[in-house]
């Protein structure tokens, strides 16, 4: 789990990643603890929370299977971890210091610090704002204005929640209409690895994605932008776009500038700043770039990063491994990861 990421404990139904996280399927509105004995379903339709709670607040079920809102084998530190997120995420426009969430959690400040860092990588603090930003975005999505809704999350003023969102990219009304305003482009293109889609705004390039086929493709991008206006049809403009996904399958150096526009928290930012960095023909552990953020104790949250990279190729997640050198868990499969890191490795002479 340390090193495989979220899928890959999905994937091989890991006993020990279960109380760490569940993940919900949108398709069935259902959702499971990583070892559910239940059909696996395809990645694009998994959606992955830190709690039970989290993941009924956003709409989901219990799976009848493997009853994820039971609590698995005693751990203090997941114990601690649970009802501290249990309680957040049934009230996150509460005011939470450190003291409440540590006497939520039964424990000390210190001790609700560790175990947090420990099971999911990241802060109390991270987690009471991920919360907060998840209740924003679901408020935006029923309609409500971006006022009502960033009030009923607990932000105290508007220039708080967007200093949250103040990252290139879509504004919060826009992002949380499903992107309404928008006009996104895409276009396809075969390459060794697969069909590549990408997709752009006015601003940049907003999502790459590899898949089987162009409606496989074009419909997970409409499942990530709903309410944007995406062409009906492939656009002859994103020509440039192409030349640099066609460039980095075949490890050739990429053709110019690459202006994005994407979402992400400052953690996920960071995470993907620091996997450009990683020389094509390099690979890295998920704890080498945790290391190297200053967060050596994040390994799981740059993982989590990795699994929500929406720019398949351009940042190269596919450069992170297990602490081993294996090929571990990949969005778009360890074949397609394999084949990017040995042509990569031609390329440089390693």
Not at 95 to 111: C, D, K, N
Not at 223 to 243: K, N, W, Y
């Amino acid at each position: 789990m340390m090193t495989g990421g979220l899928w890959h404990a999905v994937a091989s139904r890991d006993r020990a990643a279960d109380g760490l996280f569940v993940y919900g399927v949108r398709s069935t509105h259902v959702y499971c603890r990583p070892s559910c004995p239940s059909r696996r379903p395809k990645p694009d339709r998994v959606e992955y929370f830190p709690s039970p709670a989290m993941a009924e607040a956003g709409g989901y079920r219990a799976c009848r299977r493997c009853r994820p809102e039971v609590a698995p084998a005693h751990d203090p530190a997941l114990d601690r971890v649970r009802h501290a997120c249990d309680a957040v995420a049934r009230q996150p426009d509460a005011p939470w210091t450190s003291a409440r969430m540590a006497r939520a959690g039964s424990a000390s400040v210190a001790q609700l610090q560790r175990s947090f860092r420990d099971v999911l990588g990241l802060s109390p603090r991270d987690y009471v704002a991920a919360c907060r930003r998840r209740r924003f975005l679901n408020r935006l999505k029923g309609g409500q204005s971006v006022t009502d809704a960033l009030y009923e999350a607990g932000y105290g003023s508007p220039s708080r929640v967007y200093g949250t969102f103040e990252l290139p990219g879509m504004t919060p009304a826009s992002y949380g209409r499903g992107g309404q305003g928008a006009r996104i482009r895409w276009s396809t293109t075969r390459t060794s690895l697969g069909r590549v889609l990408v997709a752009a705004t006015d601003r940049g390039l907003c999502f790459v994605e590899i898949g089987p086929d162009n409606r496989t493709l074009v419909a997970g991008l409409r499942r990530e932008f709903p309410r944007a206006s995406v062409d009906a049809h492939a656009s002859p403009t994103l020509g440039p776009f192409i030349d640099v996904v066609r460039a980095i399958a075949r490890a050739q150096p990429v053709p110019g500038a690459v202006p994005i526009d994407i979402r992400g928290t400052a953690f996920q930012w960071r995470v993907w700043r620091a996997l450009t960095r990683i020389p094509s023909g390099e690979t890295r552990a998920y704890s080498s770039v945790a290391a190297s953020m200053g967060r050596p104790e994040a390994t799981r949250a740059v993982a989590r990063a990795c699994a929500t990279n929406p720019l398949s190729l351009v940042v190269p997640c596919h450069r992170v491994v297990g602490r081993d050198g294996s090929v571990t868990g990949y969005r778009w499969g360890t074949r397609v990861k394999t084949a990017l890191l040995s042509t990569e490795g031609r390329r440089s002479g390693r």
